[in-house]
């Protein structure tokens, strides 16, 4: 059916409303991640990176299934009871202690398997996996309720408190554990807020009352450790291949060029998640709110990482040290991907909201079938930059199935798609020419390095904006009074004056 205009107010005040309070606690830490991250980088070596990166990606595999997919079935099943509730709060803790058990015990053999000696930080970074098990349920609460300003307030602390701790320590010289003290010290406080805000009571689970939340957990959680295995699977290659050195400074392009686009699409992600949760039965509230974010991630996320791949080298040069150069190579491909995957993020909220999670799953496993074989021989082949590469190269296998699902199921045109990425797809190419001409003109290059940076950005930025605002003034005057609604505290008819022309 069609969505009433009283629907559609609701909803508009909500995603709005959602998006001024995350938009402002992402505005707070953004700065703070990026200020911690350029001081941790000038107290920590690239082998302190790899140390951490190695642990990370056990944590990362054992963290996903551990959860099992508990958090995506409270908040795409509001029937559950209670009980329900409670039943899958202590089913979730359980699951969690278990792995967190058998990722102890085999701490020694991926530390072997990565020919490292450091078993002791590969063990204590499964103490995560506890905390896991109790905010699982009450984390899926929040979102379901759609309660924007407690989630934004829980990734504040989060992020202060690793920060904070992270620079501490390792200006103490606690090396690679600075990593680890930081991310545990966010991880306890989100918890401990999360679970006084939504509290949950212990309730023994029963089979039959918890058997269809646990089946779309099941495969949700299936397609998440698939998923979770091949998006880290390069960087198990270049551990395993390229030594701890080579995998720190990899994971440091990987940090460059995901950071932009990931912090702009969690602004938008924690906001669409709960919202199609909420209209997975109303195709066109469905396909109006894709179009719109689809829209806005990529006038935001396309300059930015086409700006990072073309002045990453002079970048990395100028706010980094010369430490980190080896890096540039590998940020071009990976800034470029970032773009691809943004897309598919949201894409696969859409398909997970429809209740696609076999299919869901199943891209996962073709991806975590192919996408290692891929990096092995890229490693050996084009080392760091060639991995970065096979991302580029395999998009169509790991992105476009998920784009072409989505469109089907919700009933949007090929057409109405594209038009929403015209507007940054031609912007975006504009800027790419001027940038290219600076870089190719000998006086630019005899300059000063920061000058030269300072340039590029500004030459790139003032390119992007004027195409917009010169072949597409109508729909960007939109955008700015739906910012300027936000400021002003309208949120009731702002995302409403921005989507006039998607009704």
Known sequence: ??????????????????????AGVKSATQILTWGSLLVVTRLLSPSDYGVGEMAGTMFIFSNVLAE?????????????????LAQMHLFSFMVCCGFFGLATLASPLVASFYHSEHVSFFMANNLGLILTGLEAVPMGLLQRDMDYRRLSLI????????????????????????????????????????????HVGFVWPRWRDIKAPVELGRQTAIG??????????????????????????????????????????????????PLFANVKDDPPKVRRYYLILVEILMLIVM???????????????????AKWLDAAGPVRW??????????????????????????????SILNFVIMPVAFIVAALWKGTTGVAGAWVVL???????????????????????????????????????????LNNWPRFQAAPPIPRLALQVAAGGIVYGSVLMGFFRERMLRYFNFLASLRKGKV???????????D
């Open 1 to 22: 059916m069609n969505p009433t205009p009283e629907d559609k107010r609701n909803l508009d005040h909500h995603f709005a409303g959602g998006l001024a309070w995350t």
């Open 68 to 84: 099992f997919g508990v958090g995506t079935a409270v908040l795409h099943m509001p029937e559950l009871s209670r009980t329900n």
């Open 155 to 198: 990734e504040a602390a989060m992020v202060l408190l690793q920060s904070v701790v992270t620079i501490v320590t390792a200006w103490l010289g606690w090396g690679y554990w600075a990593l680890f003290a930081g991310a545990a010290t966010g991880k306890t406080a989100a918890t401990i807020m999360v679970c006084s805000w939504k």
């Open 224 to 273: 998440r450790v698939a998923w979770a295995l091949y998006s880290q699977a390069d960087g198990i290659v270049v551990g395993r291949v390229l030594g701890a050195s080579v995998l720190g400074t990899y994971r440091m392009a990987m940090n460059l060029a995901s950071a932009p686009s990931e912090k702009v699409s969690t602004l938008l992600m924690r906001t669409a998640t």
């Open 303 to 321: 300059p930015l990482m086409l700006g990072l791949a073309m002045v990453s080298p002079l970048a990395i040069r100028v706010v980094l040290q």
């Open 334 to 363: 990976l800034a470029i991907f970032m773009v691809l995957r943004t897309i598919g993020t949201l894409t696969e909220q859409v398909l997970i909201s429809q209740r696609m999670t076999r299919f869901t799953m199943r891209i």
């Open 395 to 437: 998009a169509p296998v790991t992105i476009i199935p998920l784009i072409v699902k989505a469109l089907r199921t919700i009933g949007l045109r090929y057409r109405e798609f594209l038009s929403a990425l015209y507007p940054p797809l031609g912007a975006t190419a504009m800027m790419g020419l001027v940038l290219l001409g």
């Open 492 to 502: 009731s008819t702002a995302v409403s004056e921005v989507v006039g022309r998607i």
